[in-house]
């Protein structure tokens, strides 16, 4: 349903949909939709990978090589920084540290700009995993006992109980870091092969369209004149 929880990733897949059986003029406004700034915090990276086909396809050359242009300056960034958190040699609890910075800025409204804006998505991304944010609502649960434990008297506070509560919650806690953690480096590894996928896609889109903007040059150096590619629009005024 419109406004769902799954609607975006819906309308993106109908975006495939519409242009497979040449429906282009859907799928461009599904994809409109998708880029507008009502939706600017969300991660549909292989959206602009589409946009660019769907102009191939009409062969508007310069359209679609801006696209793929702007998809590399975007995502180009972007995976270097997972490549590079990704490469690091260091402990899952590291990663779940990360992915915590990420929930505690969402917490204060503070805002990221450019490829740190982009990073954050692909962790938020990580937090709507029903695992991982399970595992992570955990280790706020024990982390919420532990300060309660800490607000008591100092009768109970002070006493061996007390004391092996504690103990108890903090191995449990740092468990649930590890394991979270994992899924955290999991989730960047996954986001990190498709961002790999896309933009190769993307230099085959710019070989494909440059390959057909050189076939038409010689043919109209050929006729001596010029000529239009530009398939027409299927105009409708159905509102």
């Given at each position: 349903e419109r406004g769902g929880v799954q609607w975006l990733e819906a309308l993106f897949e109908a975006s495939w949909a519409h242009y497979r059986v040449g429906q282009y003029e859907q799928a461009l406004g599904n994809l409109i939709t998708l880029s507008s700034p009502f939706f600017r915090d969300e991660y549909f990276p292989e959206a602009l990978?589409?946009?660019?086909?769907?102009?191939?396809?009409?062969?508007?050359?310069?359209?679609?090589?801006?696209?793929?242009?702007?998809?590399?300056?975007?995502?180009?960034?972007v995976q270097e920084e997972l490549e590079r958190l990704v490469n690091k040699n260091i402990a899952a609890t590291e990663y779940f540290t990360v992915l915590d910075e990420v929930r505690?800025?969402?917490?204060?409204?503070?805002?990221?700009?450019?490829?740190d804006e982009i990073l954050e998505r692909i962790l938020n991304l990580a937090l709507t995993d029903k695992s991982l944010k399970k595992t992570v609502d955990s280790?706020?649960?024990?982390?919420?006992?532990?300060?309660?434990?800490g607000e008591?008297?100092?009768?109970?506070?002070n006493s061996n109980l007390?004391?092996?509560?504690?103990?108890?919650l903090k191995a449990q806690r740092q468990l649930l870091i590890s394991k979270a953690g994992l899924m955290a480096k999991a989730k960047l590894d996954f986001e990190l092969g498709q961002l790999r996928t896309l933009r190769a896609n993307g230099f085959r889109i710019k070989y494909e369209t440059t390959a057909?903007?050189?076939?038409?040059?010689?043919k109209m150096l050929q006729a001596g004149g010029q000529q239009s590619i530009v398939k027409n629009y299927k105009y409708s005024v159905a509102v």
């Open positions: 990978i589409l946009k660019a086909v769907v102009y191939f396809e009409n062969c508007r050359y310069h359209e679609s090589l801006s696209i793929i242009e702007d998809f590399e300056s975007i995502y180009g960034p505690k800025q969402n917490k204060s409204g503070k805002k990221q700009t450019g490829t280790i706020s649960e024990l982390e919420g006992e532990m300060d309660a434990i008591k008297g100092d009768s109970f506070k007390s004391k092996q509560l504690i103990e108890q057909m903007e050189k076939d038409f040059l010689e």
